[in-house]
């Protein structure tokens, strides 16, 4: 029984026939090298068009000849034709249809420093990295419209069935239609007839060049949330401008810039879910003849049937989620919900594409590689005994994937349960989502027959009882003690560390009259979320950090919605600072000092202070399980601190080599 009976209709976009309303939105990979496609590359596309969705958009494509990036795919010379077919061939043998993006950052960058060869609508400094691009002439577009038209040509020869323009996110095209980025005097500036004019002229060479059917679809900004630039009055008013080219055959809409507002156009679970849902039906009543897509935080497949039937879309597109789990969409159409690895908004994806070279996901250690979509590990020859001791997120991984190599496994837990420290993430303001992870892996390992045991306190003697064949020590680790911390303190358990006091706090029903200091020596997202609980429970919270700045080991985006939500809490942050003497907290005082200069900051009625720290493992067991001669092996964080893509990727690696 199909329970989404629209999401999986097939119908026809642009005159090309598609098997469902499912598609992959553009997402940047930068598994392309040197201009070509690599294997991760088309193992990516594949395993989504395998997956389940009827089109895919691919990461922007490098079009024009101008300084051509090495990790997009080049497509502005006959020459690349080939390796463009060969994504083509991806995905076609699933019945799937993909088309490519357009994309120019001009003078938007979220990367560290400037970009000396921008260009853009007029010589203003981005919003986000100040970089000032080179005002574009009038005979320099209509060369870039050339350029695109050509390469969209390209395409379709090696056989791309359409093309998307983005036109949003702070990208050249949005900065043309914004009157705050494009101050020009001539004919593709000032008004909005001025302003759409080179959209316009694009998407009408387009069609010349490559005519029907050949599906042309539009990203466009609907609100950026900057002074003075498109609201979602002016995104109306820009739509029904864009309109009037009767030859688009969808657009979708989309929030956030090259600015401190960038961080919207990737929602998560600080705010409501699928939150632009009601803007995007309004928008679509501008011209709804054209069809419309949705995105933005969509994560369930009720989500997308909805949006489909009530009128908001014509079309789902899907990003992180088709990232965290290439077969949502058959997961989905053949109502096995419970499979699907979901996502969880926490953006190492675009993380490690922007930081790290190569795109990575914190709940799927499997993107990118062969047969992803449908994956099963190899079963192995001898089966052994396997005993894991530790229940979170690389222990939980491990022993799935080792039951379901046919191994007998069993996981020895402790009394508050599975999810580790990942858990007590989850349950504060914001991370909620984080529980999909810990929730698949012992889900699939209840289906995969492992054993699960939550009594306590693992010990030598325990271990011994199981008679295992190996033994995986997954215990995870603890926030080591700051060193301004007195030693009576310490052997009185003065002060704990931030997930015990949360732990501590979470049980106690009443507002505390007075500030609780927080050392950051940790800088990843859980700190924060922390300290959003807490300003439900003290009067004021202070975060004292001795680095220059907050969450510095997260994502750009992430670390916009941090500064966001804390300063809306009236979270206090005082940076280049340490604490040096906690003598007198007992009378509500704490000295800071300046890590620079070594000035003294007093802090006055505090009520209690805590810590965030780099971790230490708790291997204790490590050594003398190896001495009773057992063959161990320790991951996560009890093979050394880690996030959480680490030690999900670390546990996927042990149960496949085990």
Same mark, same amino acid.
């Given at each position: 029984m199909n329970l989404y009976p629209k999401l999986f209709s097939p119908w026809t976009l642009g005159g090309v026939p598609l098997r469902n309303r499912l598609a992959h939105a553009s997402i940047l990979t930068h598994f392309a090298k040197d201009g070509k496609p690599t294997q991760r590359l088309l193992n990516y596309l594949s395993g989504r068009a395998q997956g389940g969705a009827g089109l895919i958009v691919t990461e922007p494509l490098a079009m024009l000849s101008r300084v051509p990036p090495s990790n997009r795919v080049h497509a502005f010379h006959d020459s690349s034709i080939p390796a463009l077919k060969r994504l083509v061939d991806a995905v076609e043998p699933y019945d799937t249809r993909l088309i490519g993006q357009i994309q120019d950052p001009g003078r938007g960058r979220h990367e560290i420093g400037r970009n000396d060869s921008a260009i853009g609508a007029s010589a203003l400094p981005d919003d986000l990295s100040w970089t000032v691009p080179h005002a574009l002439s009038s005979a320099e577009i209509q060369n870039l419209i050339d350029e695109w038209s050509q390469s969209c040509r390209r395409l379709q020869c090696a056989g791309f069935s359409g093309v998307e323009i983005s036109a949003g996110h702070g990208h050249i095209f949005h900065q043309f239609l914004s009157p705050?980025?494009?101050?020009?005097?001539?004919?593709? =500036?000032?008004?909005?007839?001025?302003?759409t004019l080179f959209l316009l002229k694009l998407l009408e060479q387009i069609r010349q060049a490559c005519g029907t059917p050949f599906i042309i679809g539009l990203k466009l900004v609907a609100n950026d949330s900057i002074s003075g630039s498109i609201d979602i009055e002016e995104g109306m008013r820009i739509a029904e401008r864009i309109s009037h080219f009767r030859s688009l055959d969808y657009w979708t809409f989309v929030w956030g810039s090259h600015s401190n507002t960038l961080w919207q156009h990737l929602p998560g679970a600080e705010g409501p879910r699928a939150p632009y849902l009601s803007d995007i039906k309004r928008l679509r009543g501008v011209a709804p003849v054209i069809k419309t897509g949705a995105l =933005?935080?969509?994560t369930d497949p009720n989500e997308a049937e909805r949006a489909l039937t009530d009128g908001t879309a014509d079309m789902i597109f899907l990003g992180r989620a088709l990232i965290a789990d290439a077969a949502w969409g058959e997961k989905a159409r053949r109502g096995h919900e419970d499979q699907i690895r979901y996502c969880v908004s926490c953006n190492t994806c675009w993380r490690m594409t922007v930081e790290s070279g190569g795109m990575a996901c914190d709940n799927n250690p499997n993107l990118a590689q062969e047969g992803e979509a449908l994956w099963r590990p190899k079963k192995t020859l001898k089966p052994l005994n396997i005993l894991i001791v530790g229940a979170g997120v690389a222990g939980l991984e491990a022993a799935w994937v080792a039951a379901a190599r046919g191994h007998s496994v069993t996981v020895l837990g402790g009394s508050n349960g599975f999810g580790g420290k990942t858990r007590l993430h989850a349950a504060l303001p914001g991370a909620e989502n984080l529980s999909s992870v810990y929730d698949y892996q012992f889900t699939a390992g209840k289906r995969e027959g492992v054993n699960y045991i939550f009594d306590g306190k693992a010990s030598l003697e325990t271990i011994l009882s199981f008679q295992p064949d190996r033994v995986v020590i997954a215990t995870g680790s603890t926030m080591a003690i700051p060193e301004f911390i007195p030693d009576e303190f310490i052997r009185d358990d003065l002060i704990p560390d931030l997930r015990e006091f949360i732990a501590n706090v979470k049980a106690r029903n009443f507002k505390d009259a007075g500030g609780i200091v927080i050392f950051d020596r940790d800088h990843t997202e859980m700190t924060y979320a922390a300290a959003e609980f807490l300003s439900s429970r003290f009067t004021e919270v202070i975060i004292v950090t001795p680095r220059d700045r907050i969450a510095s080991d997260c994502s750009l985006i992430n670390r916009q919605k941090i500064y966001s939500r804390l300063y809306s809490k009236g979270v206090k942050l005082i940076s280049d600072h340490e604490p040096l003497d906690l003598r007198n907290l007992e009378k509500g005082i704490v000295i800071l000092r300046n890590i620079y200069n070594c000035s003294l900051m007093e802090l006055k009625n505090i009520v209690a202070l805590t810590y965030a720290t780099s971790r230490r493992p708790n291997d204790q067991l490590v050594e003398p399980a190896m001495n009773a001669g057992l063959e161990v092996t320790s991951i996560g964080d009890c093979y050394a601190p880690r996030s959480?893509?680490?030690?999900?990727?670390?546990g996927f690696?042990?149960?496949?080599?085990i």
């Open positions: 705050h980025a494009n101050r020009r005097e001539d004919e593709f =500036g000032g008004d909005l007839e001025g302003r =933005g935080y969509i959480l893509l680490s030690a999900t990727a670390h690696s042990v149960g496949c080599q």
